[in-house]
């Protein structure tokens, strides 16, 4: 069984950074996609990021695009850098890993989920 642990995230003000980690654990995940989702207080959860198992590519939303980046350390440890933080961004966020190398931004397409960490951007 794969277990994700994300850790990293904290109260920050609004144009602070913050980088995540997600460390899995249980069996090396190569040829295993992995990304972040997240959920906003009354908000349903979306997709975020993701990186195929190469690292080769990566696919961001739209809302994202120019301020996170998603990297990949090896197999098995993934990072969310997270610029330019906007109030918006405040959300749980989740690590994720899908079996199979390419990445998707749906959510049913993920089997491993990580509890979440709490990013909290302030104004």
């Known amino acids: 069984q794969v277990q994700l642990v994300e850790s990293g995230g904290g109260l920050v003000q609004a144009g602070d950074s913050l980088r995540l980690s997600c460390v899995a654990s249980?069996?090396?995940?190569?040829?295993?996609?992995m990304g972040w989702f997240r959920q906003a207080p009354g908000k349903e959860r979306e997709f975020v990021t993701t990186?195929?198992?190469?690292?080769?590519?990566t696919n961001y939303a739209d809302s994202v695009k120019g301020r996170f980046t998603i990297s990949r350390d090896n197999a098995n440890t993934v990072y969310l850098q997270m610029n330019s933080l906007k109030p918006e961004d405040t959300a749980v966020y989740f690590c994720?890993?899908?079996?199979?190398?390419?990445?998707?931004?749906?959510?049913?397409?993920?089997?491993?989920w990580g509890q979440g960490t709490q990013v909290t951007v302030s104004t």
């Open positions: 994720v890993a899908r079996l199979g190398g390419g990445g998707s931004s749906i959510e049913a397409a993920y089997k491993y």
């Open positions: 249980g069996r090396t995940l190569s040829g295993y996609a």
């Open positions: 990186i195929t198992w190469s690292g080769g590519v």
